[in-house]
């Protein structure tokens, strides 16, 4: 009986990572090549980039190119993975092979070595939890560049959902009119908009406006 560094949700089948916690992360690992390549396009200045970065709104675009280069230089993507696999190896008392050939070669081969070791890595590693949460955070960062937050296809932001509940609370969700879209629906609430309240949406979200300044 355990509970999964990762998720921290109960696991009762006593490893350091649950089931879902494990496939995730070998997802995540199986992407890793793929996403090292993808991050190529970015280096160079492009209309591509400028698009990406801008249409996510927020704080101002990283200086990309720096960051880049970091992630697929010998520290970045490739120099987390063996780390981790080296202390995998060192803890199982496996012989450490030098790591040979390019970046993207070393990074195949390391992942190739985590996959191999997961079973034993979810069930017996006790820094499952930590080398999971970075292997996480890694293609995180890595898909943030390469494929901005979906925020640029929400949509339009029209305001906040005027829908009220039995006892009279005020939703407040943000609405969000799909790019090319003939309905609203609330995604926390899910009341649905169709275009003949739109209107009387305005006004209501107008109030609700007022109420709230008041
Ligand atoms: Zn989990
Ligand atoms: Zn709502």
Known sequence: MGTCLLCETHDSAGGYLCLACTKATVVRLECLPDLYEGLLPFLAPSMAVAQGRSGKGGP???PVHTEILDLRGPGGMVGVVEDHLAAVHQERGMRRLAPVGSVETRLKSAVAGLLASMPWISVS???AGTFAGEIRDLTRSVRSIIAPEPAVDRGERLGNCPAMD????LCGAVLWLPRGGKAVRCEWCDTRYPPYVWGQLKVWMAEDEKARAA
């Open 166 to 169: 039995s006892a009279g609370v």
């Open 60 to 62: 101002a675009p990283l």
């Open 125 to 127: 590693w006790p820094e």
